[in-house]
């Protein structure tokens, strides 16, 4: 695989998935995450309704860490034309119009609180 550079389109597997976001394993030692809000413009209700894990997803890297080898990535930013095969049918049921101006402020928050938890749960 060539280097991954920012703007690349690149295939991740989702190992991983939590109420803020899908985890990716890419080829080379890659991982990232694939934050709820970087799904879909839309609201989302329920991420476990858009990936399982296995599933094998197109994402544009946006951010590159070269030390840990973790992508920060998106499905947003994908071109229009450009369909990510198993993610764009779930993603499109679970979608409902909804203002994210709440979401917005909350989020960081809520992002902070899970990964809280998962780190105690990971000391244990």
């Given at each position: 695989?060539?280097?991954?550079?920012?703007?690349?389109?690149?295939?991740?597997?989702?190992?991983?998935?939590?109420?803020?976001?899908?985890?990716?394993?890419?080829?080379?030692?890659y991982v990232g995450?694939?934050?709820?809000?970087?799904?879909?413009?839309?609201?989302?209700s329920n991420i476990?309704?858009?990936?399982?894990?296995?599933?094998?997803?197109?994402?544009?890297?946006?951010?590159?860490?070269?030390?840990?080898?973790?992508?920060?990535?998106?499905?947003?930013?994908?071109?229009?034309?450009?369909?990510?095969?198993?993610?764009?049918?779930?993603?499109?049921?679970?979608?409902?119009?909804?203002?994210?101006?709440?979401?917005?402020?909350?989020?960081?928050?809520?992002?902070?609180?899970?990964?809280?938890?998962?780190?105690?749960?990971?000391?244990?």
């Amino acid at each position: 695989m060539n280097e991954i550079k920012v703007g690349d389109i690149v295939e991740g597997i989702v190992t991983s998935i939590k109420k803020y976001g899908a985890f990716l394993s890419f080829e080379g030692g890659y991982v990232g995450l694939l934050h709820i809000s970087e799904i879909s413009g839309k609201f989302i209700s329920n991420i476990f309704n858009c990936f399982q894990i296995g599933d094998k997803i197109m994402v544009v890297v946006k951010e590159i860490n070269k030390e840990t080898k973790h992508l920060s990535v998106s499905t947003i930013d994908l071109p229009h034309n450009f369909n990510a095969p198993n993610a764009n049918n779930a993603i499109h049921k679970s979608i409902r119009n909804i203002d994210f101006s709440k979401l917005d402020k909350a989020l960081p928050k809520m992002v902070e609180i899970e990964l809280e938890k998962e780190k105690k749960e990971s000391n244990k």
